[in-house]
Each structure stands twice: as structure tokens, then as C-alpha cells.
């Protein structure tokens, strides 16, 4: 059945530039939408053109990046005044067809997001790779980070200095891998952008990070052999503050609540004025992976480490159009479903 307001092409161009906006590995955006204008609803697509197979054999990382967009599509949504219903792998016989959102009517109070500053946060927040300042972030703001990730269905455990020491040791025994491994920084170099390049997908090398001066830090090396495109090394903050999400089963639609759940801890932070970066390293090896998991949770499944703090906001980086991304032909809005 239609609902009362159709969509026109400002609104999917709204909902579609916050999908776009959230985080991805590498900044690949795999992702692609399709539009069926008639029942108001929004597909999200697997890009199989836009994956890392040494990196992320699995694709759980893009289902995590897919499930990010998720969320922003669902914030846009509300902010619009639309109700999303989302359904995760809603047909088997379509394994590419990641998520539906289903525009379903008006909002009313009760459907309103906790922190109406969250759509806002989608355009601010950036993945920052320099250094914190090391100042403590206020509990209360900890405890919001916390829930929101308990609220889309994972869990943030937010460690103390013996704890987040030994989560970094596999995240460096990862970095010291990949570094080691040809194809991979091969494959991870293909999606760095030089200076003045017309891209709208991968990294800006200006948006790259330094490496630690103290060594304590494993920051990702996305430069590889390129030294001379490396930054200067600076000193990072001598008390990381961490947070490692997870969830307790490990399938793809955990995979993509996972997603979703970042996304509401990475913007909740950047309400709060924070910066943010991933660290992923261990997650892309089996063993590292699980070294990772909570020693007194049998049913621990690690997915990223979100470093947060105070510091300097990150660098831009490029994005394909929304509208684009959902009719590769131009944006084009029909009464039937469009997909690239």
C-alpha cells in the first residue's frame, strides 16, 4: 500500500547522501541502493566490485560498512519525518540484497531518536588518525556510547589500561603482518588517492595519518614501499582509550547489526565533540581475531576497536553521489525499482 506522501527525488537524494556518508574499509562504499518509488522502499546492495578479497575474504567488514549506512538511512528517514521499518537479508533467494528500509508513514513522538543531534553528527563525523590529546572522556559520555551500541544490538566493552594494553597487542602483531604480506599491501594501496586525483572512492593520502613516535600505537601503514608519502612520525597519547564492539553470535545479520551499531557509537561520540578511528587490523586474521575476545565470554565475536578521544578533526574524504550510487544511469526516479 502507498503511503499518503510520495517520494520525490529531494527526499531520496537526502536519504541517500546520509547513506553514503558513513564509514567503509578503505573508504570503498560497497554499497549500491535500489528504489522501488511505489512501495517506498529503499534496497541496500552488496557491491561485489568494491570488496578487498586478501583483506576481507569473509566480507564481514563490508557488511559492517553496509550496516553503518544502514543506520544513517534510517536517521535520515526520522529527521525527514518518515517512520523506516528495516528488514536485514530479507529474501534468501537474494543473497546480495542486504537490507530493505520501508518507508512506512509519519513519525510521532515515540519514534523520534534519543539525541536529536545525531543526523546532525553524520556530516561532521570523519575518522581522525592523529594523535589525542590523552584527556579522559566523562563517564556519562562513555556510558551513552555503551548504550548505543546495546541498543542496535551489539555490545561496547570500553577496557581499563591492563585491558586495552592487551588488546593492542594483536592489533600491532596484525599491522607487523599485513606490513609483511605483499598482495595485501598491494591491494590496500590500490584504494589510496595521490594529491589531485579525481576519485570518489579510497583514501586521499592527505587524509593519511602519522605513525607513533613511541611505537605504542599501531596505527594502519596504508603507504606501504611509498615512504616518501609517509607522514612524520608524531607522539600519540600515552593512554588510549578504546572500545571494542561486539556481538554474540558472528552471522551475517549479526554482521550487519554489528554495522549499525557502530555507526550509533561513532556518531553519539561525535555529539559530544569527539574524534574517532578504527583500528581493524586483527579482526582480517582468524587468530588475532579471537585473541581479541573478552576472556570471560564464551560467545564473544570481536568486530572492530573504536579508538575515541579529544583531538583534532579528520580529514575529508571523497564520497560517490547518493543518487548516483542508486541508478547507475543518473538520478533517474521511476514508479518501478531502479538499480545499477
Not at 592527505?206 to 616518501?228: C, I, N, S, V
Request: aromatic share 6%; net charge positive.
Amino acid at each position: 500500500m502507498r503511503t499518503r506522501d510520495a517520494l520525490d527525488a529531494a527526499t531520496v537524494e537526502s536519504l541517500l547522501a546520509a547513506a553514503v556518508a558513513a564509514p567503509s574499509i578503505h573508504n570503498t562504499q560497497p554499497w549500491r541502493f535500489g528504489l522501488d518509488v511505489h512501495h517506498q522502499v529503499l534496497e541496500v546492495r552488496s557491491a561485489p566490485q568494491r570488496t578487498l578479497p586478501l583483506t576481507d575474504p569473509l566480507h564481514r567488514a563490508q557488511y559492517l560498512s553496509v550496516g553503518a549506512a544502514v543506520f544513517n538511512l534510517r536517521l535520515a528517514a526520522l529527521h525527514l519525518g518518515r517512520r523506516p521499518e528495516v528488514r536485514l537479508l530479507p529474501d534468501p533467494y537474494e543473497p546480495g540484497l542486504l537490507a530493505t528500509v520501508r518507508l512506512t508513514g509519519s513519525v510521532d513522538a515515540e519514534d523520534q531518536p534519543a539525541d536529536p543531534g545525531l543526523y546532525e553528527a553524520i556530516a561532521r563525523r570523519h575518522t581522525s588518525r592523529m594523535p589525542f590529546t590523552g584527556r579522559p572522556v566523562p563517564e556519562p559520555i562513555v556510558a551513552e556510547m555503551t548504550a548505543a551500541a546495546h541498543a542496535a544490538g551489539a555490545r561496547l566493552h570500553v577496557p581499563d589500561i591492563a585491558g586495552t594494553r592487551r588488546l593492542l597487542r594483536p592489533t600491532a602483531a596484525a599491522e607487523a603482518r599485513n606490513h609483511a604480506h605483499r598482495d595485501r599491501t598491494a591491494e590496500t594501496l590500490t584504494w589510496i588517492t595521490a594529491p589531485g586525483r579525481d576519485s570518489s572512492y579510497g583514501i586521499p593520502v592527505t587524509a593519511l595519518g602519522p605513525p607513533d613516535a613511541a611505537g605504542r600505537m599501531p596505527m594502519r601503514d596504508f603507504t606501504g614501499p611509498l615512504r616518501a608519502v609517509r607522514r612524520p612520525a608524531l607522539w600519540f597519547e600515552r593512554h588510549v582509550q578504546l572500545g571494542l564492539l561486539w556481538t554474540a553470535h558472528d552471522r551475517r545479520e549479526d554482521w550487519l547489526r554489528a554495522g549499525q551499531a557502530l555507526q550509533y557509537v561513532l556518531l553519539t561520540a561525535t555529539a559530544h565533540g569527539l574524534r574517532t578511528s578504527l583500528l581493524h587490523q586483527a579482526m582480517e586474521w582468524p587468530d588475532l581475531r579471537a585473541a581479541t575476545a573478552l576472556p570471560r565470554h564464551k560467545r564473544c565475536h570481536p568486530h572492530v576497536l573504536i579508538r575515541f578521544g579529544y583531538g583534532p578533526d579528520g580529514a575529508v574524504t571523497p564520497r560517490a553521489p547518493g543518487l548516483s550510487a542508486a541508478a547507475g544511469a543518473g538520478p533517474r526516479i521511476t514508479t518501478g525499482r531502479v538499480s545499477p
